[in-house]
């Protein structure tokens, strides 16, 4: 994952949970919980097979006041925040989550043997926006149900075994900012209509899939600071990517794309550029030279040829960022005949 996507998780931080926590525990003696928010809580531990992760998790107990990674809001005492984590428990996600219509934040993270498919009672939840099912061994195609949610912001699927392609109606989520899709099993090729998500879309992760095809040149025009498109089969042009005046990190590496580097124009703010282990051949441009922003850059395992330009940041970067070309020449790596 790209170093700016780090900074969007923010609503899992630990801040958060605490104040959400001493809110519901500053509250009167008497039980908070919802009776029906209680009861579907407890069909989602039974579904995940009444792991001890989940042990504060009983009916004589309150869900707002001690339940573990659970946590309602202060005033309608409704649960708004659900974090699983972390476990070897063995189930499924239950369609009870669906009851819980509260819910803004939902997180079942590190959980390889969580199987099955996201259940279409979470549509159910129209004030959700951060979702996130990630290093787990869900199945299935992306449900098109999805983007019922339109409060979404944050549609992390990170590294799982989805499959199939991917809708092109995940555009209809007007207010998504991250959508990471990376490391799961899907193929076919990235939509074309992706470059025109209607709220700016921040980060779009697709790396570690089957995608194959040419990227879409809608793309340039697209809304992104972090664009992650590495470790597909794709192929063709990407020169037109790197003058998009709102692109702060790019990754195409792992691909079969191919395309003169020589006049490319790039975006003077870029700060992380990885073309590795691609077909792309010419010269590396003097505009480089120019980003003095650039804190990443590998261009290793490519059809490049002749002197790296003397100047700006190039020459800070060790010779991994520059092998296995073709004939490139200059500091770091070895001097041109």
């Not at 499924?92 to 959980?111: C, D, E, H, N, W």
């Not at 009672?121 to 949610?149: C, R, V, W």
């Not at 995608?211 to 990407?238: H, M, Y």
């Not at 990517?241 to 079969?256: T, Y």
Request: charged share 15%.
């Amino acid at each position: 994952m790209l170093t700016m996507q780090k900074q969007k998780l923010c609503y899992l931080c630990p801040s958060l949970v605490l104040f959400l926590f001493s809110s519901a525990l500053l509250s009167s003696g008497a039980e908070l919980c919802n009776p029906t928010e209680k009861e579907a809580l407890l069909e989602i531990k039974h579904s995940l097979g009444n792991p001890h992760i989940l042990r504060s998790w009983t009916p004589n107990t309150d869900c707002c006041k001690t339940w573990y990674k659970v946590a309602c809001d202060s005033q309608s005492n409704r649960v708004i925040w659900l974090k699983v984590q972390y476990s070897h428990l063995v189930g499924q996600i239950s369609p009870a989550i669906g009851r819980l219509t509260s819910l803004q934040i939902v997180s079942f993270y590190k959980l390889p043997n969580l199987y099955g498919t996201i259940p279409q009672s979470i549509t159910n939840l129209k004030n959700l926006q951060f979702l996130e099912l990630a290093h787990a061994n869900l199945t299935g195609p992306i449900p098109l149900f999805l983007t019922q949610i339109h409060s979404l912001t944050d549609l992390l699927l990170t590294d799982n075994q989805f499959s199939g392609s991917i809708p092109p109606s995940l555009v209809q989520l007007a207010n998504l900012e991250n959508l990471s899709l990376d490391r799961n099993k899907l193929i076919g090729s990235i939509p074309e209509n992706f470059g025109s998500f209607r709220n700016p879309i921040l980060y779009l992760t697709l790396s570690g899939n089957q995608l194959s095809g040419p990227i879409p040149r809608s793309l340039a025009n697209g809304n992104f600071s972090t664009l992650d498109l590495s470790r597909n089969k794709l192929a063709g042009d990407a020169a037109f990517l790197f003058g998009n005046g709102k692109l702060f990190e790019i990754d195409l590496n792992g691909n079969s794309l191919s395309f003169d580097l020589s006049n490319v124009k790039f975006y003077e703010y870029l700060q992380h550029i990885d073309i590795s282990r691609n077909k792309i051949y010419g010269r590396i441009p003097t505009s480089l030279t120019k980003l003095m922003d650039l804190h990443y850059l590998n261009v290793s395992y490519n059809s490049l040829c002749g002197p790296i330009p003397a100047g700006g940041l190039l020459q800070s970067f060790n010779e991994t960022s520059y092998f296995h070309n073709k004939c490139l020449c200059g500091a770091p790596l070895l001097s041109c005949k």
